[in-house]
């Protein structure tokens, strides 16, 4: 119900079924030249109008893609059904060059290839019927071109298959500069947040560590049990520090940054060699594949901070023992880097959540490493994707423009 009545409201889709359901019973009752006769033809006819509007009816309630291929089987039934019942009736042969259009509606691919293939399929099997068969005649309309007829059935399919292909890039697009407008909009808030919070918070913080650092160092008057604490708690405000810290490298961009050749191995050694003793905590191992070919232009100190925030992801949601894969390679003008998990993985809701400031499933989390990595990939003109299933792994494909070295 959901998705589908965010596309189309439901007064609009039941004035629809409910004028397709007048013209059925219209086509049943008036001038029909088997009413009265109810043969079984005729009973064919009424049986499969009854199932289809039942499930035009029913299908807001279960919007399911089984449901949609019983929808696009009953209304191929039924009109091949007047097709053959109705030989007389001129117009029915284009209602079969229409089918799959019917899927084009639903806006699900996969439904919408096996319409035209079960379409195909069905008017092979018509074809064949009437041109081997039908020595009385009866389709004398269709018989009379069947060339003709089979060119437009095929012209039709191909038109139909355009619609669908033309409409489907553009929603795809539509959909892209939607998200990466949302992207956009959520980067604005944070960096209005980052310089509030760094205001506000970072000079009471620099005091109060200032103090505690004095008393534990100089002070006589604590015993070693509270200095103990006294650490713990520089510690703690250390941490804080260090999340301003990262608000405030958004909040204000250093202009002066170096940009500089990285030779993307280089730096994924590094950064692997080092949080390869943060994956064995839990047994975790990091394999590496980089192609030699891998330059982009970045700074090398936010380019591996982009790649630490993404592999130690990684390495957080996978469970004992597992290994994470770091993978890059070049790909036309970009170096696409690849950093799969086969761990927790995430739903749909969670991956659209992603990048938002303090977003974190994390007990000890902060939720600003993703939000960082969107950031530098935006800055540095690149993408950056996730394909996540809840309990299989996440990979997350980040690209950057890549150049030769000279
Ligand atoms: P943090 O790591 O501090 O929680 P991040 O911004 O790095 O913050 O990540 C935000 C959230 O995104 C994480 O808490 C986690 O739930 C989810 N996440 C990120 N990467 C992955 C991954 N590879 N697999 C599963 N969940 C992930
Ligand atoms: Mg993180």
């Known amino acids: 119900m959901k998705e589908f009545y965010t596309l189309i409201s439901k007064k609009i889709y039941y004035s629809v079924v409910f004028m397709i359901m007048a013209l059925i019973m219209i086509g049943l009752l008036l001038g029909n030249p088997r009413f009265g006769e109810y043969d ?25 893609h089984i449901f949609r291929i019983i929808i696009i089987v009953v209304a191929s039934a039924f ?19 229409f089918i799959p259009a019917i899927s084009i509606l639903f806006f699900d691919s996969k439904l919408f290839y096996f ?31 069947l060339v003709g007829n089979v060119i ?8 139909i298959y355009l619609i669908y292909h033309f409409t489907n890039v553009r929603m795809r697009k539509q959909k892209l500069y939607y998200e990466q407008l949302q992207n956009s909009e959520r980067l604005k808030t944070t960096g209005q947040l980052a310089a509030a919070v760094a205001h506000e918070i970072r000079n009471p913080l620099t005091v109060v560590k200032g103090f505690l650092q004095f008393y534990r ?23 804080a520090e260090q999340v301003i810290s990262q608000f405030l490298s958004i909040a204000k961009p250093d202009k002066n940054i170096k940009m500089e050749l990285v030779n993307v191995k280089v730096i994924l050694q590094s950064v692997t060699d080092l949080l ?27 380019y591996k901070q982009l790649m630490i925030n993404i592999i130690k992801n990684a390495i957080e949601a996978s469970n004992l023992g597992d290994s994470v894969t770091v993978n890059a390679k070049r790909k036309n003008d970009f170096v696409e880097m690849e950093v799969i998990d086969y761990g927790c993985g995430m739903s749909e809701a ?23 990595c969107y950031h530098i990939i935006e ?16 990979t997350v494909t980040l690209c950057l423009p890549a150049i030769k070295p000279v």
């Open 350 to 372: 969670e991956v659209a959540a992603l990048g938002t400031p303090f977003y974190s499933l994390k007990s000890n989390g902060t939720g600003l490493g993703l939000m960082i």
């Open 276 to 302: 390869r003793s943060y994956g064995l905590l839990h047994d975790n191992t990091i394999e590496l594949n980089v192609d030699d070919n891998c330059f982009i232009c970045a700074n090398s100190i936010e």
């Open 217 to 239: 160092e100089k002070d006589t008057a604590f015993d070693d049990e509270a200095k103990g604490h006294f650490t713990l708690m520089i510690d703690e405000l250390n941490t």
């Open 152 to 159: 437009n059935f095929l012209a039709s399919q191909a038109i």
């Open 79 to 97: 009109l091949y059904t007047i097709f053959f019942l109705y030989p007389e009736t001129r117009s029915t042969f284009i209602f079969l060059c």
């Open 115 to 145: 319409s035209l293939l079960f379409n195909g399929l069905s008017f092979t099997i018509i074809f064949n019927y009437i041109f081997l068969m039908d020595h009385d005649n009866v389709y004398v309309y269709f018989k009379q071109d």
């Open 379 to 394: 800055k540095y003109n690149g993408t950056i994707s996730f394909q996540s299933s809840e309990g299989k792994g996440t």
């Open 40 to 64: 079984a033809g005729y009973m064919l006819h009424i049986g499969l109008a009854i199932v289809l509007i039942a499930c035009l009816l029913l299908y807001p309630k279960y919007e399911h």
